[in-house]
């Protein structure tokens, strides 16, 4: 099945470079485009998940903190994106709500990831103490800066005209991440994987079904952004849904990767990816356009640190995430991103 999934990604991938570089505008063929898409990152789940377990073994980095990086890469496709739109005026907005809703996305897996490998068997997904240090940390630092990001756009709408985000604070959230991402691999110990053997093919595997991964993702944010323009949705309905096209299946790898028994790699990459939009993606974009603190990107600044606090709540609590925990963490994400939805009668 593995190496059926190679081929599947050979042939399909370089169809959907091609689509890429073509203008279509059938309705049928944008959505028939979406779908391979959606094919294309599910067939590169496989060499994704193994590829990285593979390195990770060799070079002696637990599972755990592999899944960190691997949400990442991850990442990278829907930052890109987000990077381009951002230059444009009339996407500047939707580009950053983007970014900010793919951490809700990210928290809807997450409950979805715990509901699903709790309801069986296992009773509840063991995250070991030492891993969580680090990760502890950064959840708290990111929940302390988006309360006082919305707090400081709170206070500029109601007495200064000016609602500008200032620099430094994006500063301040770059360094932060780096500064964790430096501790947390100094001090990730070596753990005994369950017998992923490394080979070079292993990375060659690993760069297509990231190839795959960035080329789908690309694909479906392009098409699903040319379809809501042609109808003229309103902007946040625009970002929620491209946020959706390009975070969900990208992020769905932890979800196939911890059915497959990769569960603490699938938990770190979800957490991750909720805290890397935050204190990532959303500063490295904010040095290349202004950012107004207006009332749609104070409302997930307000969303992230809520829900963020309640996912930290209940790995601290015991080190342990239950079936009520992840129906909990996924009724708030749900809710958060449904309300937010509700500001399209603004």
């Not at 944008?30 to 377990?53: H, M």
């Not at 042609?230 to 975070?247: K, L, Q, W």
Request: net charge negative.
């Amino acid at each position: 099945m593995f190496k059926k999934n190679i081929y599947i990604l050979i042939i399909l991938i370089p169809i959907c470079i091609s689509l890429i570089f073509i203008e279509i505008d059938e309705i049928a063929l944008q959505i028939s485009i979406i779908i391979l898409s959606l094919a294309i990152i599910y067939f590169s789940s496989d060499p994704i998940v193994y590829g990285i377990n593979s390195i990770a073994y060799k070079i002696g980095v637990s599972e755990y903190t592999i899944g960190i990086i691997s949400s990442i890469s991850s990442n990278l496709p829907e930052a890109i994106l987000a990077t381009f739109m951002a230059f444009h005026p009339e996407l500047r907005e939707i580009a950053i709500l983007t970014i900010m809703l793919a951490s809700a996305f990210n928290g809807l897996l997450l409950g979805i990831l715990v509901v699903i490998i709790t309801r069986g068997k296992k009773k509840c997904i063991v995250i070991p103490r030492e891993e969580l240090e680090w990760d502890i940390d950064i959840m708290r630092l990111t929940i302390a800066f988006s309360v006082l990001i919305f707090g400081l756009g709170i206070i500029l709408n109601v007495f200064q005209g000016s609602t500008r985000l200032p620099s430094e604070a994006s500063l301040f959230l770059l360094l932060a991440y780096i500064g964790y991402l430096y501790f947390m691999i100094k001090s990730s110990k070596r753990e005994n994987m369950r017998g992923d053997s490394f080979s070079y093919i292993s990375i060659l595997e690993l760069i297509l079904g990231l190839a795959g991964l960035i080329v789908g993702a690309e694909l479906i944010s392009s098409t699903s952004e040319k379809i809501i323009f042609e109808y003229g949705i309103h902007p946040v309905v625009t970002a929620t849904i491209i946020a959706f096209a390009g975070s969900v299946p990208e992020h769905g790898i932890a979800i196939l990767g911890a059915r497959k028994g990769y569960v603490k790699f699938g938990v770190s990459n979800l957490v991750s990816g909720i805290v890397q939009s935050i204190m990532l993606i959303f500063p490295i974009i904010s040095f290349f356009v202004e950012i107004n603190l207006d009332g749609y990107i104070l409302y997930q600044f307000l969303a992230i640190a809520v829900t963020l606090w309640l996912v930290k709540k209940a790995i601290v609590d015991d080190g342990k995430l239950t079936l009520d925990e992840g129906i909990f963490i996924l009724l708030a994400h749900l809710m958060g991103i449904i309300l937010f939805d509700e500001l399209t009668r603004i």
